[in-house]
């Protein structure tokens, strides 16, 4: 007895201990901005970030930087880049699995304040840690190989008539300091290190990262470990800066410094709009690839709807709430043909979202948001709700609904295609097949789209096919849009308004070709060209020479 009661008192030891060292590590946030891997704060503007599960603000204060700290850090980047663009790929790989490395080292420290800042649960936060850490490692296999440079050689030919032929190789090169703005909805993901970080990293681009004020403290966090393995793997400082902003003037000025060359962006029409015409107006207008709104349309065909409505409306009751419906692939409009089906669809749907619990939003603002267009768009003409959550809910958590309306007055009112960023969605009924095309092609640029059919029904709806794949970036069949595969096949883009550029994805290994641009050499000694384009191959990657695909040298 005594013996057990010794090993409980250890055990409990041990537990208090954990929960001392958690505390004290978290009291490690500065709250300060990383100027390359310089600490500093020389700003008065301070804010802090708000616990939505808790309903209370957490205790860390950050310093919003300054114009001085900004323009220290555009300058460090233009002097990073220098060197940094010319850094071999396996460095560069080496550099990035670092990164990744130092994530996974702050374990349970970036766990709890990543679910502090969010109100996301710690499920969600080991899983989005384990597709960041993914993405750099990803993207580190790509640079390491070295054949994504899409090298490409035309060889001269001195005796050609009437004129020599020159010699023309081709690579693609890195753009220069890169603008990240972090992503309210993805703390990890797509934020300090996330996407956009890892593949302009991986291009041989500096970045700077405009840190999203609702989880700063987890930005920083990711921001040291990016700093550490800066530091271990002896990159140039000023190739990664992290700057605490409480609005949007931080950003602004970032996207105005003429030292920046582009900017990654993840969030709403109107930020990413913005930001997009003040790039425009630059006396050197620079791209932005911003990823912004989309309802993600879900069409829902007779025969399947038929067969199987129950079950669908099961599905996607559960796919409209995931993540309190806080996923950019929600899918927040349903199409179908008036039938007996639809009707049974609508029907179970209604019943079936209301019995799932809600759940807590990312900040209060968002809260807001949500509930003022959900308000907006049912108060429009011809809206019926068909379910609404109404018992009492904590403070931050969000009721779901659902509601119907027909095709004719979707197609007169585009206050109806209004994103509802929650577990909300539109079910459109449509008289016919001809309006439900007429819908699809009134629709605006979309992430996803998807199709859920019947066996060998696809094929007697070929216009509704089309219709939707030029209004999207992705279409699924038989699925659900929420949940984004990162792989090097994925589209995660789409026409305006679901990003700026429909030639690009956010997501997966292609991202990189945001930040780079073609650059061609002619007539070139060979030994001053970079290493993809000698004669010899010496990194033995793959090429195109004369239009056939090689890894040979050339003699």
């Given at each position: 007895m005594q013996k057990y009661l010794l090993s409980k008192k250890v055990a409990y030891k041990r537990v208090n201990f954990k929960k001392k060292y958690l505390k004290n590590k978290l009291r490690m946030i500065t709250g300060k901005n990383y100027i390359g891997n310089k600490l500093s704060a020389k700003g008065n503007k301070t804010f802090t970030t708000f616990n939505p599960e808790l309903n209370q603000e957490n205790e860390s204060v950050f310093t919003e930087a300054t114009t001085e700290e900004i323009n220290e850090a555009v300058s460090l980047a233009t002097k990073a880049y220098k060197e940094y663009s010319k850094i071999s790929g396996t460095k560069k790989a080496a550099f990035l699995n670092a990164i990744a490395d130092e994530i996974l080292a702050l374990d349970d420290v970036l766990i709890k304040t990543y679910c502090s800042e969010s109100g996301l649960?710690?499920?969600?936060?080991?899983?989005?840690?384990?597709?960041?850490?993914?993405?750099?490692?990803?993207?580190?296999?790509?640079?390491?190989?070295?054949?994504?440079?899409?090298?490409t050689i035309d060889k001269g030919d001195a005796t050609r008539e009437p004129q020599p032929k020159p010699d023309i190789r081709k690579l693609n090169f890195p753009l220069g300091p890169v603008v990240v703005f972090g992503a309210s909805n993805f703390p990890l993901a797509f934020s300090t290190a996330g996407g956009d970080t890892a593949a302009a990293l991986a291009a041989g681009c500096p970045v700077l990262v405009k840190s999203h004020p609702m989880h700063a403290g987890t930005g920083e966090l990711i921001a040291t470990a990016v700093i550490k393995a800066a530091e271990k793997t002896k990159m140039p400082n000023g190739v990664f800066s992290n700057l605490n902003s409480s609005g949007i003037e931080v950003g602004q000025k970032l996207v105005s410094n003429s030292g920046v060359k582009a900017v990654g962006f993840t969030g709403s029409i109107k930020g990413g709009r913005a930001l997009y015409d003040l790039a425009a107006k630059r006396e050197e207008p620079i791209p932005v690839f911003a990823e912004m709104g989309s309802i993600n349309p879900v069409v829902l065909l007779p025969k399947a709807l038929q067969n199987r409505a129950v079950n669908i409306a099961t599905i996607y009751a559960g796919s409209i709430t995931v993540g309190t419906g806080q996923f950019c692939t929600n899918p927040g409009l349903l199409l179908g043909i008036k039938s007996e089906g639809l009707t049974t669809f609508v029907h179970t749907l209604s019943e079936e979202i209301v019995k799932i619990n809600p759940s807590v939003m990312l900040h209060p603002n968002i809260k807001k948001g949500y509930l003022n267009n959900k308000e907006k768009v049912v108060s429009q003409k011809g809206v019926s709700v068909t379910a609404n959550f109404t018992e009492d809910v904590k403070a931050n958590y969000a009721q779901q609904a659902v509601v119907t309306v027909n095709g004719s007055e979707f197609l007169k009112n585009t206050t109806l295609h209004l994103e509802v960023f929650g577990p909300f969605s539109m079910v459109v009924q449509c008289e016919n097949e001809a309006e439900l095309e007429n819908v699809i092609d009134h629709l605006e640029g979309q992430l996803t789209g998807t199709i859920i059919a019947d066996d060998n029904e696809l094929e007697n709806h070929t216009n509704i096919v089309n219709a939707l794949q030029n209004r999207v970036g992705r279409i699924i069949f038989n699925g659900v849009p929420t949940g984004v595969e990162v792989c090097e096949s994925m589209v995660h883009g789409g026409p305006y308004p679901a990003s700026t550029d429909s030639r690009f994805t956010a997501v997966g290994v292609g991202s990189i070709k945001r930040w780079v641009r073609p650059f061609s050499y002619q007539d070139w000694p060979n030994n001053l060209l970079p290493d993809e384009l000698k004669n010899e191959n010496p990194l033995g990657i793959l090429r195109s020479i004369d239009g056939k695909k090689s890894t040979e040298k050339i003699n």
């Open positions: 649960p710690e499920g969600r936060a080991n899983g989005e840690r384990g597709r960041t850490v993914g993405q750099l490692r990803g993207f580190a296999n790509l640079i390491a190989a070295g054949s994504w440079v899409d090298a």
